[in-house]
């Protein structure tokens, strides 16, 4: 009985930090997203505003 025992307190010491690895991993993985949709909804608009914005294009041809 003392064969299979003490492999398997072996495999179990080594098994655990394998377990709470994954388990921090996808904890840590999970707040890494987290975060970068914070960022990322943050950001506010990015684009160019017109300073005076034309409101008739054909006004070069209409000679306006």
């Given amino acids: 009985m003392k ?3 003490v492999p398997a307190l072996f495999l179990s010491v080594a098994l655990l930090p ?3 690895g994954v388990f921090f991993a996808a904890l840590f993985f999970g707040l890494f997203l987290l975060a970068l949709v914070g960022v990322l909804g943050g950001l506010g608009n990015r684009t160019v505003q017109q300073h005076d914005p034309v409101l008739d294009p054909k006004g070069w041809r209409n000679g306006s």
Avoid: P, S
């Fill in 18 to 20: 394998l377990v709470g």
């Fill in 3 to 5: 064969y299979l025992a």
